[in-house]
């Protein structure tokens, strides 16, 4: 009998020393990165015996954080004004972006890792080449701090969110706003796309979740399932569930194709600041106020088939539905009553707070990565380990296999990144003699013709 299972905390991350701003897991689900307002941001390993590392760069805090889509780089925004670009490695080197004039709310890789969006209290909306490392153009037309913006799935659109209450759908070709989406309630804090394209979802301080159709320039669905400020919000990869972290301490799991809160999740003491899906689906973590971030598996979308021999397997049946194509607008439908923000019959509540206690912090100590040039220009950086409380003391030898599986790690990284230079060497060259091609075949018959 195919039947599905109710999330599940799996790892509890202790190290920041103020509130958790943003969770973010590498797509080779080696690593999670988290910023704080302790100016710091932690990648976090799940190989067994690794150790976290502490980025020290920023002089302000940090408020977002994000893995490049190959995996071999972390960006990170904070209040110093500045764009960090990290090599996620015990060396960590870095380069500083500056061209915002105010603090940095956010920031987002496209799907090719070839570019970067940026959001600021600036009012502006910002792009960048990330190899090149340039800043490329603003987007100008909000009147108030630019809270958030992501990339669409294809790299053609951006979207944006603001306290103007309003949020704005921009097309990069022309640079001109193609539509403005506005949000009556509170400001808006966190916006996304649909895996699709085709939508886009708005979380806002007053508590409100809606879904736009970008196509028809509507709204889709409209919710109130939050007490407090919706602060995050994450698609889930097949594109039939979303994800939100909330000031009233909850995480709430939506399912878009039902129209109704899936999960009400507990797990943090205090507002909850950060959220995100793994890109696979099959995770997904949240960090806030409590400065602690949990990683928790999914389980619910993932079908399985029971052992019926076996009488131990505790399973809860949801429905069968297989995992498909992301839907399209026409397969949302829409939803403009307000859910209440007391609980629903139809909510399953999983309460993880218990389990917190139980799993203890994993990690095998914490090495500070400190860049030792202000401008953190991949130069070179300043390494202090800081001992676990949690570990018992080893021996030098048993430190060496780490030590070289971490130099080895790094080698493989740097050569991960040289490849991916010569392919984009290549592609230009291929560009140049494309261009010298067409000009001479086009100069060839004007030679003849003056001859």
Not at 79 to 91: E, G, H, N, Y
Request: glycine fraction near 6%.
């Amino acid at each position: 009998m195919s039947t599905l299972e109710d999330p599940s905390l799996e790892r509890h991350f202790r190290g920041h020393r103020d509130v958790v701003t943003a969770v973010d897991f590498n797509p080779n689900m080696t690593q999670l990165a988290s910023s704080s307002l302790d100016n710091n941001l932690m990648v976090w390993n799940f190989k067994a015996k690794m150790r976290a590392y502490r980025f020290v760069g920023h002089k302000d805090a940090v408020y977002c954080v994000q893995f490049s889509p190959s995996g071999h780089l972390v960006a990170s925004t904070s209040r110093d004004k500045t764009v960090r670009l990290w090599i996620p490695s015990v060396k960590g080197e870095s380069t500083v972006f500056r061209a915002h004039t105010g603090t940095v709310r956010s920031v987002d890789f496209s799907s090719d890792g070839q570019a970067m969006v940026t959001a600021s209290d600036d009012k502006t909306v910002k792009l960048w080449t990330v190899h090149r490392q340039k800043f490329m153009f603003s987007l100008t037309q909000h009147s108030n701090w630019v809270r958030t913006a992501k990339f669409s799935p294809d790299g053609r659109l951006v979207v944006s969110g603001s306290d103007d209450k309003t949020v704005l759908l921009w097309d990069l070709n022309s640079r001109q706003c193609l539509h403005t989406f506005h949000e009556t309630g509170g400001f808006v804090n966190c916006v996304d796309f649909h895996p699709s394209g085709t939508c886009i979802a708005s979380g806002s301080t007053d508590g409100g979740l809606k879904i736009w159709d970008i196509r028809m320039n509507k709204i889709l669905q409209n919710y109130t399932a939050h007490t407090g400020s919706v602060n995050k919000l994450s698609f889930h990869a097949s594109g039939n569930y979303l994800l939100t972290g909330s000031d009233d301490a909850t995480l709430k799991i939506f399912d878009l194709l039902e129209g109704r809160i899936f999960y009400t999740l507990h797990g943090h003491q205090g507002p909850i600041t950060a959220a995100s899906f793994s890109r696979d689906g099959n995770y997904f973590a949240s960090g806030g106020n409590d400065e602690q971030v949990l990683v928790w598996k999914t389980n619910f979308d993932q079908i399985r088939e029971e052992n019926t021999s076996s009488n131990n397997t505790k399973t809860k049946h949801r429905r069968d539905r297989p995992v498909g194509p992301h839907p399209t607008v026409e397969d949302i439908p829409p939803r403009q009553d307000r859910i209440s923000p007391r609980p629903v019959a139809d909510s399953n509540t999983v309460d993880a707070r218990q389990e917190i206690r139980r799993l203890d912090d994993v990690t095998h100590g914490i090495t500070n990565v400190i860049p030792t040039s202000s401008e953190g220009d991949l130069g070179k950086n300043t390494i202090v380990s800081e001992p676990s409380t949690l570990r018992s003391s080893q021996s030098l030898e048993s430190q060496l296999p780490q030590q070289l599986t971490t130099f080895m790690q790094h080698v493989a990284g740097q050569l991960d990144i040289l490849t991916q230079t010569v392919s984009l060497l290549e592609q230009r060259l291929t560009m140049t003699e494309n261009k010298l091609s067409e000009y001479i075949a086009d100069r060839g018959p004007k030679v003849k013709e003056n001859s």
